[in-house]
């Protein structure tokens, strides 16, 4: 059997047409959808990028495995200590370890663990594929790679590919020949129902990538990313963002229909399991945040899912799922050995016969690159609760009514009480399982998001570095951007920012 893994970085799922977008971003992958199972609730353990990523080849929650964050020592794993042997856990329990067991010849197309310095990234991968451009790589450059790989294999049999794509991913990068393939096409449509309102409150928010420094604490544009706007103070500006982040889905969309056809070609379209997903969302106005995935919330967590499975289901399910779910699900679908290890639970359930019951009915979500939160999610329910703000003075605790404000508009935590005491213990008691089986199967009991805390916080919202040079270049831009709040409008924002911040 041979398996394509498609991983679009920064893909929402809600903006893909079998997920119900209004906008025709995505008609080779809806199409590739209506053949397999499509998950609608799934979501990453661990945001964003290189916590997601961590988790979902390790089989396990960033608590465990230690990395949680982009930088300080969230970003690499925990050390086992007396533990390790001659080989390390993620070369012996990673997902691609196990099906190189299997007898898999597994490659990889990716920049990634470079972009990070996730050396264990590649853990029980035959082949890898450096594309070279640290993630700024648009799909005509990852093609050429894609395309001879698959030149050379496709016909082969056990094989697991795989394969990045990164347009979505901030600065929109699609080449402006491209043209505009949403020009004439409306926004969505709660933003079309008040774009003056909504931005004129949007304007009022202060934190890294708000609606007047979408380049995080500025708005100087890139004339490199003409499709990336620096500000949005206008219904232009607004449709310049988010037909940016659409045509990179749709671009990234005309080359997944490009390797439909090689298979197709070869004959081996119909034997290939074909999976596509996403390290994260992005979001796009929700919690009053664009282009970034910077919060533990459904925009920035919720991922596709998709899994097109020979002889398989078609359908959708509903149930919530994480993505350290894959794992155990592909073992038991290959015939696999389960990793102790592992905290994802096995939804073959689905794939193979349509399950509406496999799954979860609570899941919980975290944040240690840009904020420190942990979410969780559950009914029609999103409690959110934050260690770090990133600067974003979001309150200690905040909750949404996903099914009538998926947007995340509206902070019903005053009025819901009960409501938020109930996703209080339902956090409490996640983080007590998490802790007792740290205490069981690890080197330490630390968790690492308060090791992020300690060190100053978030990297992308850092105050300090404790024994570095740039100490005092990270406060002076602290008050540059507090004075920036001051001229802009904002002078509340920059008064608490003051105030918290001593």
């Given at each position: 059997?041979?398996?394509?893994?498609?991983d679009?970085?920064?893909?929402?799922?809600?903006?893909l047409?079998?997920?119900?977008?209004?906008r025709?971003?995505?008609?080779h992958?809806?199409?590739i959808?209506?053949?397999?199972?499509?998950f609608?609730?799934?979501?990453t353990?661990?945001?964003?990028?290189?916590?997601s990523?961590?988790?979902?080849?390790?089989?396990?929650?960033?608590?465990?495995?230690?990395?949680?964050g982009?930088?300080?020592t969230?970003?690499?794993?925990?050390?086992e200590?007396?533990?390790?042997?001659?080989r390390?856990c993620?070369?012996?329990?990673?997902?691609?370890?196990?099906?190189?067991?299997?007898?898999?010849h597994?490659?990889?197309?990716s920049?990634?663990g470079?972009?990070?310095?996730?050396?264990?990234?590649?853990?029980?991968?035959?082949?890898?594929?450096?594309t070279?451009?640290?993630?700024?790589?648009?799909a005509e450059?990852v093609w050429?790679?894609?395309?001879?790989?698959?030149?050379?294999?496709?016909?082969?049999d056990?094989w697991?590919?795989?394969?990045?794509?990164?347009?979505?991913h901030?600065?929109?990068r699609?080449?402006?020949?491209?043209?505009?393939?949403?020009k004439?096409?409306?926004?969505?449509?709660?933003?079309?129902?008040?774009?003056e309102?909504?931005?004129a409150?949007?304007?009022?928010?202060?934190?890294?990538?708000?609606?007047?420094e979408?380049?995080?604490y500025?708005?100087?544009e890139?004339p490199?990313?003409?499709?990336?706007?620096?500000?949005?103070?206008?219904?232009?500006?607004?449709?310049?963002?988010?037909?940016?982040?659409?045509?990179?889905?749709?671009?990234?969309?005309?080359?997944v229909?490009?390797?439909?056809?090689?298979?197709?070609?070869?004959?081996?379209y119909?034997?290939?399991?074909i999976?596509?997903?996403?390290?994260?969302?992005?979001?796009?106005?929700?919690?009053?945040?664009?282009?970034?995935?910077?919060?533990?919330?459904?925009?920035?967590?919720?991922?596709?899912?998709?899994v097109?499975?020979?002889g398989?289901?078609?359908?959708?399910?509903?149930?919530?799922?994480?993505?350290?779910?894959?794992?155990?699900t592909l073992?038991?679908l290959?015939g696999?050995?389960?990793?102790?290890?592992w905290d994802?639970?096995?939804?073959?359930?689905?794939?193979?016969r349509?399950?509406?019951?496999?799954g979860?009915?609570e899941?919980?979500?975290?944040?240690?690159?840009?904020v420190?939160?942990?979410?969780?999610?559950?009914?029609?329910?999103l409690y959110m609760?934050?260690?770090?703000?990133?600067?974003?003075?979001?309150p200690?605790?905040?909750l949404?009514?996903?099914e009538?404000d998926?947007?995340?508009?509206?902070d019903l935590?005053?009025?819901?009480?009960?409501?938020?005491?109930e996703g209080a213990?339902?956090?409490?008691?996640?983080?007590?399982?998490?802790?007792?089986?740290m205490?069981?199967?690890?080197?330490?009991?630390v968790?690492?998001l308060?090791?992020v805390?300690h060190?100053g916080?978030?990297l992308?919202?850092?105050?300090?570095?404790?024994?570095q040079?740039?100490?005092?270049?990270?406060?002076?831009?602290?008050?540059?951007?507090?004075?920036?709040?001051?001229k802009?409008?904002?002078?509340d924002?920059?008064?608490?920012l003051r105030?918290?911040?001593?």
């Amino acid at each position: 059997m041979r398996i394509l893994y498609i991983d679009i970085d920064s893909c929402r799922p809600d903006h893909l047409g079998c997920y119900g977008y209004h906008r025709n971003t995505s008609p080779h992958i809806d199409a590739i959808a209506r053949e397999g199972m499509l998950f609608r609730q799934c979501h990453t353990s661990d945001a964003p990028c290189l916590p997601s990523r961590t988790a979902m080849y390790s089989g396990r929650f960033g608590i465990h495995t230690g990395v949680v964050g982009h930088g300080g020592t969230a970003a690499y794993p925990k050390g086992e200590g007396m533990r390790r042997g001659f080989r390390d856990c993620f070369d012996q329990q990673s997902l691609s370890r196990q099906l190189q067991d299997l007898g898999y010849h597994t490659a990889m197309i990716s920049p990634f663990g470079q972009r990070h310095a996730a050396h264990w990234f590649y853990a029980g991968f035959n082949e890898i594929h450096n594309t070279g451009m640290g993630g700024m790589e648009s799909a005509e450059h990852v093609w050429p790679v894609a395309e001879k790989w698959l030149t050379d294999n496709v016909a082969k049999d056990s094989w697991f590919l795989h394969l990045n794509f990164w347009d979505p991913h901030t600065p929109y990068r699609v080449p402006a020949g491209y043209g505009d393939p949403f020009k004439d096409d409306p926004l969505p449509a709660w933003m079309e129902q008040d774009v003056e309102g909504l931005l004129a409150r949007h304007n009022r928010k202060t934190g890294p990538h708000s609606s007047l420094e979408i380049g995080m604490y500025h708005d100087r544009e890139e004339p490199g990313f003409p499709r990336h706007p620096g500000k949005l103070t206008d219904r232009a500006q607004l449709r310049r963002m988010i037909d940016g982040y659409d045509t990179g889905v749709r671009y990234t969309d005309d080359h997944v229909g490009r390797i439909v056809a090689m298979l197709k070609a070869a004959g081996v379209y119909e034997d290939t399991v074909i999976i596509i997903s996403a390290d994260h969302g992005e979001n796009l106005g929700e919690l009053g945040i664009y282009g970034e995935h910077g919060t533990a919330d459904t925009a920035t967590c919720r991922i596709p899912m998709i899994v097109k499975w020979p002889g398989g289901a078609k359908g959708v399910n509903s149930k919530l799922h994480y993505n350290v779910d894959l794992a155990p699900t592909l073992m038991e679908l290959l015939g696999g050995k389960r990793q102790e290890l592992w905290d994802g639970r096995s939804f073959a359930p689905a794939v193979l016969r349509g399950d509406a019951d496999s799954g979860r009915d609570e899941i919980v979500f975290s944040q240690c690159a840009h904020v420190c939160q942990r979410s969780v999610r559950w009914d029609r329910w999103l409690y959110m609760r934050t260690y770090h703000d990133g600067f974003h003075l979001f309150p200690q605790e905040m909750l949404y009514d996903v099914e009538s404000d998926p947007e995340l508009q509206h902070d019903l935590a005053g009025a819901h009480v009960n409501v938020v005491r109930e996703g209080a213990w339902r956090l409490a008691r996640w983080h007590d399982a998490q802790m007792q089986r740290m205490a069981v199967n690890s080197n330490d009991v630390v968790d690492p998001l308060w090791s992020v805390v300690h060190e100053g916080g978030p990297l992308h919202a850092r105050l300090r570095r404790p024994g570095q040079p740039d100490h005092d270049q990270d406060v002076r831009a602290l008050k540059d951007y507090i004075e920036r709040l001051e001229k802009t409008g904002r002078g509340d924002g920059a008064a608490e920012l003051r105030k918290r911040l001593g």
